[in-house]
């Protein structure tokens, strides 16, 4: 089973488990803050299983009705996270006015905030794996999940303080208003996400620290060309596209071209990971010098 996907299935089943142990928690105490909570754990299950399917498609080789691979699957399972987390939030204020209409206070709160502690950093080690697996394989949707349970560790971590502070100071008021600040925090968490997942696949050009480095590696491995102008770039899941022309002087070889176009892609696919380099070779007379000098 690729790596992606196992990671993708352990999201599923540590989101159901703290899914459990914040239901549990919100059960307990009966604060509107702490069920804000468990909603937001509903949204990490059904954000998982989104995920969970996009990496499997995505790990599909090739085929004929998709010859650049499915990696885009990711994107869109991001998207719909990414609305969820909005949906989520809305929820989560309707609930609040609710309390904040007709406030109570919380019951058995020091075994309630000690379970949703535990769900707290169960997430926050889970996002860790999840943020360093996902930088390696450059996976938007491990990303994506990763990002939503940080975000939850922080939301979560002010509830339990301010559910603490309710119960020490009885302003049954303070409840709800830490589940309306916590839905704006997720609100916010939401529209980055669509953002993100929606220039994906629009195919927006790498970010520019490593687009800079992209045309250093040319520059320095393309010795023997004139230049390189026209670079594009773009990521799709886990694949980075790079495209450009080379010019090569007039009377050079065609084996000779060939190996410095080797050369380039071997150091691009070094630094890149899982790329796909495409590079068209260009006589001198079609230099426009500008782009990437390699004189």
């Keep these: 089973m690729d ?3 196992r990671l993708a299935a352990g999201s599923v089943i540590v989101g159901l488990g703290v899914l459990g142990l914040k239901g549990l928690a919100w059960w307990l105490t009966g604060s509107v803050a702490l069920l804000a909570d468990a909603l937001e754990s509903i949204v990490n299950v059904a954000a998982a299983g989104a995920a969970l399917v996009a990496v499997t498609l995505s790990a599909q080789p090739p085929d ?3 010859p650049y691979g499915h990696a ?6 991001a998207v719909l996270e990414g609305v969820l987390i909005v949906v989520a939030a809305l ?22 905030l000690a379970i949703s502690a535990l769900a707290t950093v169960i997430n926050a080690a889970w996002s860790r794996v999840l943020f360093r697996a996902g930088r390696e394989m450059r996976s938007p949707a491990l990303l994506a999940d990763a990002r939503h349970l940080l975000a939850d560790v922080v939301t979560s971590g002010g509830v339990i303080l301010g559910v603490g502070a309710v119960a020490a100071t009885g302003l049954l008021w303070l409840d709800p ?5 916590t839905a704006l925090n997720i609100l916010v968490s939401g529209f ?18 490593l687009l800079n480095r992209i045309r250093e590696l040319v520059s320095r491995e393309a010795m023997g ?7 594009r770039t773009r990521h799709s899941g886990r694949t980075t596209f790079v495209e450009f022309h080379l010019v090569v002087p007039g009377e050079m070889r065609v084996a000779e071209a060939h190996e410095i176009c080797d050369r380039v892609e071997a150091a691009l696919k070094s630094e890149l990971g899982a790329a796909i380099i495409t590079i068209h070779v260009e006589p001198e007379m079609k230099a426009k010098h500008q782009g990437v000098l390699v004189l």
Excluded at 95 to 109: D, Y
């Design 3 to 5: 790596r992606a996907v």
């Design 64 to 66: 004929a009705n998709h």
């Design 72 to 77: 885009k699957a990711e994107y869109f399972s």
């Design 91 to 112: 929820l989560i204020l309707n609930e609040a006015w609710g309390a904040w209409r007709n406030p109570h206070p919380p019951e058995a709160v020091g075994i309630g």
């Design 177 to 181: 208003l830490l589940a309306a600040l």
């Design 192 to 209: 980055r996400l669509l953002r993100e997942s929606v220039g994906g696949l629009m195919d927006e050009a790498v970010e520019p620290g």
């Design 225 to 231: 060309a004139i230049e390189a102008h026209d670079l």
